[in-house]
């Protein structure tokens, strides 16, 4: 900071009140507006004067001299020496006095008179030896030719001169922000902080950015739970929601650094904000987007070597969230997706019905258990799974996930009906099914096999033992999403060692705001992204379970052959089976016909167009495309352009081979070729009653 920053700082310190509102500084290009800033000092950089600014003197300089040089050739015989000369110096001086008064520049101003003055002695001069005698024409060129480097010098100081003394202003002005919600936290009981940025957010509200202040001889150190008391008061005094202040930790920051956060007063709920669907394979070991922040970035979570548990009462977001997980996991290339759904397959259905469709050549859910004993079988065969790549695998310290040995995340939905309420059922040949059995497998998988890439992602409304039948899991859960709970209580036992973030869990409103913890810390609020619809759901599984793009891996064929029946008739139990029946019935999918014998019933089966038979939604959209094209048709790469924006990502090879079929199976449109690329039209040549009018 500067020596005239800090005087500013102290001669304005008592100018602003608490409520008082010192000017913006500029815009910044990442669309934050920073309210107040502090700068590291030293030397400040120079600022450039302009491009052009010598070209820009040289163009001036020649137009007055072609002004002077015009005024002389007009201005008639009869007039006097004397008032030319008294009017020229008029003029002198009158810009003179206008450029201090304007510029408050000496040196620009000087420049001016200057030149002022250069005119009023020529065109005396010239009153008396004519303006075409070549000494006098000599005495305006050679005089401009030094003013114009001259000019440039006096304009690019002056607007370095502006620049520094706007720099000041800002500098004045944020340091005054800073004082001000200095004084503010003082005032609420945390004295002694210092402010390090103020950004005033595009969507409203405020980011405070601080540090908390060291111990003195009259004051002890204020610690972050004892700032994070104060917010209530903080929204309070700004005019907000009960929630609308609250702190948190920057990442990688100090025990003594603090973020503010301010929302503004809203109406209504919060918007919700749309998972991306950006269908690009992803990674496990990379992060992946999960919400944003009220500041705008996205908040991203590696998944790798990771037990998740999502934690929030009922109309929290859980189920939700559930499906922002298995759309990034059905993303990633070296991800199993195992599923306990204990809702009947509620969550797991629009992810597994492409599939039966036979629009895809793989689910995006690799396993399906709706019923405690298929979560038993399931649970037991990760363990087996677990035990396998254990004693197979020949890498020193730990898996690494790929396609060929890819992760698999056993995903449920609601653990209080696995785990807790000590349920116990019966099953058939195999005794009790209790809730602690089944809680002792999945902390026993949790505990031992991370490093054979295997994990949990749980979701309950209440992390208790009544719902998890034992603290094996809990123990072991580095990452948890704490969404909305009844009271700071419940709050404490997700985050028992952040009481600011087990309050702030009791204060939040809206379905789908979360705040996580892993092992970097707690978070601050989020807003997790909302998957929107089944139909987005439906995109995401065609583009995942693509044949052409082959992105679902599948788990490595000697693993496979070890897990035996149990992995091999996961589709086929009875229990299974007959769920698949009733999806393939809700969805209006007709039975597999049966194989004619003949071969000549072959051919008319192949050939038969069945108007009936449910189509890709993706094909069928490329259907519609083709046809609005009309005349002019449209090439594959267009197709898959706007396939693409309307979120139906499809493979180019996936395309080609229904335009193919379309063509010579079906004849529903035709190609042609202009120039080096292939065009298809729809095919018009056909009858109103053919399948190429029914598209």
């Known amino acids: ?26 815009h910044r290009e990442d669309g934050w507006r920073e309210q107040g800033y502090r700068r590291d000092g030293g030397r400040p950089q120079p600022v450039p004067a302009g491009p052009g600014l ?120 944020g340091i005054m922000e800073l004082r001000r919600w200095e004084r503010k936290l003082a005032k609420h009981g945390a004295p002694g902080c210092t402010i390090l940025d103020v950004r005033a957010l595009d969507g409203g509200g405020t980011e405070v950015r601080g540090r908390l202040g060291k111990a003195t001889d009259f004051r002890h150190p204020i610690t972050y739970d004892t700032l994070a008391g104060i917010a209530p008061g903080i929204a309070v005094s700004e005019r907000t929601d009960p929630d609308g202040a609250y702190f948190s930790r ?10 503010l956060h301010v929302r503004p007063k809203r109406h209504g709920q919060r918007p919700d904000v749309h998972l991306p669907m950006e269908n690009r394979p992803l990674t496990v070991c990379r992060p992946m987007g999960f919400g944003v922040f009220d500041n705008g970035r996205e908040y991203r979570l590696t998944l790798r070597e990771v037990c998740v548990l999502i934690i929030g009462v009922r109309d929290a977001g859980k189920s939700n969230l559930i499906n922002v997980f298995l759309s990034n996991l059905a993303g990633c290339v070296d991800s199993v997706i195992w599923m306990i759904d204990m809702k009947g397959g509620r969550t797991a259905r629009p992810w597994v019905i492409p599939y039966l469709q036979g629009f895809a050549a793989r689910p995006v859910i690799d396993w399906v258990a709706v019923d405690r004993a298929g979560a038993k079988l399931m649970l037991e065969t990760a363990l087996a799974a677990g035990d396998h790549r254990a004693r197979t695998d020949t890498s020193f310290e730990k898996i690494q996930p790929t396609a060929d040995k890819p992760a698999i995340f056993i995903v449920c939905d609601d653990v209080s009906r696995l785990f807790g309420h000590n349920t116990v059922t019966r099953n058939e040949g195999e005794g009790k099914i209790t809730n602690y ?55 404490s036992r997700i985050f028992p060692d952040y009481p600011a973030a087990a309050r702030l869990l009791a204060h939040l409103r809206d379905p789908g705001s979360a705040v996580v913890k892993n092992r970097d810390g707690v978070s601050a609020a989020i807003q997790l992204y909302r998957v929107g619809s089944e139909e987005r759901i439906r995109n995401r599984a065609l583009w995942a379970g693509d044949p052409e793009a082959c992105l679902r891996p599948a788990l490595e064929p000697g693993l496979v052959a070890a897990l035996g029946d149990a992995y091999a008739g996961r589709w086929t139990r009875p229990e299974i089976a007959s769920l698949l029946d009733i999806w393939r019935r809700e969805a209006n999918i007709a039975p597999e016909p049966e194989e004619p014998d003949d071969e000549f019933s072959k051919i008319i089966a192949r050939l038969e167009f069945d108007r009936e038979k449910p189509v890709d939604p993706r094909r069928a959209k490329a259907r519609e495309i083709v046809r609005e094209s009309g005349i002019h048709g449209i090439t594959v790469g267009r197709v898959l352009t706007r396939l693409e924006a309307l979120g139906m990502t499809v493979a180019r090879e996936t395309v080609q081979r229904w335009f193919a079929e379309d063509e010579s199976r079906y004849g529903l449109m035709r190609r042609g070729q202009h120039g080096s690329r292939l065009w298809h039209w729809v095919n018009l040549s056909s009858d109103d009653d053919t399948p190429g009018r029914a598209m």
């Open 1 to 26: 900071m500067s020596e005239r920053a800090e005087h500013d700082e102290h001669d304005h310190d008592d100018v602003f009140d608490d409520d008082g509102r010192p000017g913006r500084a500029p």
């Open 54 to 173: 010598f070209t820009h003197a040289l163009e001036t300089s020649a137009l007055v001299v072609a002004a002077a040089l015009l005024i002389a050739w007009a201005l008639p015989h009869a007039v006097q020496w004397q008032l030319v000369t008294l009017a020229m110096a008029s003029v002198a001086a009158v810009t003179f006095y206008t450029a201090m008064r304007v510029t408050g520049s000496l040196f620009l101003s000087g420049y001016l008179l200057t030149w002022g003055l250069l005119l009023t002695a020529w065109l005396t001069w010239e009153r008396f030896a004519g303006p075409w005698h070549e000494i006098v024409l000599a005495g305006l060129v050679i005089p401009a030719l030094v003013l114009a480097p001259v000019g440039a010098v006096a304009v690019g100081h002056h607007r370095e001169a502006v620049e520094r003394d706007r720099r000041a202003e800002a500098d004045r002005a």
């Open 250 to 259: 920057p990442p990688n920051g100090s025990a003594a650094d603090f973020t």
């Open 437 to 491: 059995g089944l809680a002792t497998l999945g902390s026993q998988l949790v505990e031992l096999y991370r490093s054979e890439a295997i994990d949990l992602v749980g979701a309950g409304q209440r992390l208790v033992n009544d719902l998890w039948g034992t603290t094996g899991i809990k123990s072991q859960a580095e990452v948890r999403f704490g969404l909305r709970v009844t009271d700071a209580g419940e709050g």
